[in-house]
């Protein structure tokens, strides 16, 4: 499976493996035909977006280990669905976003100035 290319144009780099993420759970916000969430927006996971993603239906925090799903604490990175990361721009609370590892597919419904607006670096 080709893991395609980042919002900047060069090659997709890994957003995290420890917790293991993506869809595909292979570190990469890679997508597929299968992933119908498009799991592909990097983030740097904060308290106020775990608060917000609970308040809205989708606790992060409680981990699922019969899904793979360990948790998420501020810190953490993690390959989020374009979509919630579109709500919560709008309502303000977007988490940071590490450019290198989010999928240029992002770019079908985020514009990368919302994106870079709220860009970190890989390192953190």
Known sequence: MNKGKNVLGSDLQCCCTAPMTGFYRTGYCETGGEDQGLHIVCI???EEFLAFSQAVGNDLTTP?????????KPGDKWCLCVERWQQALAAGVAPPVILEATHMSTLEFVSLEDLQAHAVAAEQ
Not at 64 to 72: N, T, V
């Open 44 to 46: 740097l996971v904060n």
């Open 64 to 72: 699922m280990p019969g899904g793979g799903f360990p948790g998420l």
